[in-house]
């Protein structure tokens, strides 16, 4: 179930990674002939552009992690509801040898 999100997941994260690696390696280049900054300014703001790039992803990163986890999962998502509830009951009565149905016909 979770196979294809995952993957699709990965594809993009690694899209987006070399998109920005190959940004960051011609930025400096860039920054030198276009803007005619001196090698050493062009190269430290490359490095910041890739180190905010960095700083971005683990923000973003956590701010999924967060969200996801908030949003709740899907089997968190069911246990909270009546039917989760319901079947996690006869789960642990048929665990005890008692069903919540068969007390009812007592």
Known sequence: MY??????TWVLWIAA???????????PTHYSQ??????????????ITSAVGVVASIICALY???SAASAGTP????????AGRVHGARRDHRHAGRHPAAEQCR
């Open 3 to 8: 196979l294809k999100r995952t993957l699709m």
């Open 34 to 47: 276009v803007f005619e900054l001196p090698l050493q300014t062009s190269l430290l703001y490359g490095w």
């Open 75 to 82: 089997s968190r998502s069911a246990r909270h509801s009546p």
């Open 64 to 66: 999924i992690d967060k």
């Open 17 to 27: 990674y070399v998109i920005n690696n190959g940004l960051v390696a011609w930025l």
